[in-house]
């Protein structure tokens, strides 16, 4: 497996510093996130999305994702999601990334009338995606942060360039296991976040390896099933500014992952 990190543990850092960052503690990607207070989103236009590549030409790091907002299970009308949607995936392609996250936001709806504005939206743009050579994500969160909630979408999308993003802290919140999630998101996963948190009731960011978290069993579960995609640790400093520096902890944070991922490997 490859292991990445999202750029909401470093909000506003410039790109060449997040390169910068990556390299230093050998990490293979970055999951950019694209919201207007950051470097890159959508409404960058094509001379700072070049400028964006070249950082990260020649670097060893790959750009994985595009971290949207995009709310595919919001009330409200089609054509903005959708034109949400069109910007999130044309970025992405233009910087090289294979993935788009976007976020359930069905919260207040009935569960079936969510679904379906997510089945719909997300369907809509799927031939979008599969022409620019990107995969749209829905994450496991809020209305649907369980690996069942993600598939009762997914299914009836059945579009190869559409699937799932697994938030493990979400469907653990959600009572579900690892060993309950996999088996759901196997068919759709795309890639999956790691974190850790001290309680269901405490969500500051820790350290990897620092929390409550099934971290290894996550990871064991993955290994023996044969996936081999991307780990990427979301340390959400930007919502909790008085979590430790995500500079600190990228070393440590990566030697974790490894070594879960050394103990999950079958004895010779």
Do not use: N
Request: charged share 20%; proline share 7%.
């Amino acid at each position: 497996m490859k292991l990445a990190f999202s750029t909401l543990g470093v909000p506003g850092l410039p790109l060449w510093e997040v390169v910068r960052l990556a390299r230093a503690h050998g990490w293979d990607g970055v999951e950019l996130r694209a919201h207007p207070e950051e470097p890159v989103h959508p409404g960058r236009g094509p001379r700072e999305r070049e400028a964006a590549v070249a950082e990260f030409a020649g670097s060893g790091v790959e750009i994985l994702a595009v971290a949207g907002y995009a709310r595919v299970a919001a009330a409200g009308d089609d054509a903005a999601v959708l034109g949400e949607l069109s910007g999130l995936v044309h970025l992405a392609a233009d910087l090289g990334a294979r993935y788009v996250r976007v976020f359930p936001g069905g919260g207040g709806l009935p569960a079936e009338e969510a679904d379906a504005l997510a089945a719909r939206r997300l369907g809509a743009v799927a031939p979008l995606a599969a022409d620019r050579g990107v995969h749209v994500l829905l994450e496991t969160h809020d209305s649907h942060r369980r690996a069942a909630d993600a598939a009762r979408v997914l299914g009836p999308v059945g579009h190869s360039h559409v699937g799932a993003l697994w938030d493990v802290l979400h469907t653990w919140l959600g009572g579900e296991s690892p060993a309950v999630s996999l088996p759901v998101l196997a068919p759709h996963l795309g890639y999956v976040q790691v974190k850790d948190v001290a309680s269901a009731e405490d969500l500051a960011p820790l350290p990897l390896g620092a929390g409550v978290l099934p971290l290894g069993d996550c990871v064991r579960a993955l290994t023996a099933s044969g996936w081999d995609g991307w780990l990427c640790w979301e340390y959400e400093k930007r919502w909790h500014p008085q979590a430790a520096d995500f500079g600190q902890l990228a070393g440590p944070g990566a030697e974790y992952l490894r070594g879960l991922l050394a103990a999950a490997r079958p004895a010779p």
